[in-house]
């Protein structure tokens, strides 16, 4: 991933697919979905945390080089 994302890109990003990721799992735990579908709706979460994950890797990175960002467990918490 590039170094150049801003900051708040970056939070911007983690926020959005943390939320999506809950979605998703709401989604699969529900009887909303066929069947059929199911395999392919789990895929989606798996591509969710995958990227979900190389952004934490990212942002752990980078809030170790710069102190005024919050810690992930802050920031997933809303306390940012």
């Given at each position: 991933?590039?170094?150049?994302?801003?900051?708040?890109?970056?939070?911007?990003?983690?926020?959005?697919?943390?939320?999506?990721?809950?979605?998703?799992?709401?989604?699969?735990?529900?009887?909303?979905?066929?069947e059929d579908e199911?395999?392919?709706?789990?895929?989606?979460?798996?591509?969710?945390?995958?990227?979900?994950?190389e952004f934490v890797?990212?942002?752990?990175?980078?809030?170790?080089?710069?102190?005024?960002?919050?810690?992930?467990?802050?920031?997933?918490?809303?306390?940012?």
């Open positions: 991933m590039p170094e150049n994302i801003s900051n708040n890109a970056l939070i911007l990003a983690l926020l959005s697919l943390n939320g999506e990721i809950a979605i998703q799992k709401d989604y699969l735990e529900s009887d909303e979905i066929p199911v395999a392919e709706e789990e895929e989606v979460l798996d591509d969710l945390e995958q990227a979900f994950m890797d990212v942002y752990k990175a980078r809030a170790q080089a710069d102190k005024s960002l919050p810690s992930l467990d802050e920031l997933l918490a809303g306390e940012a």
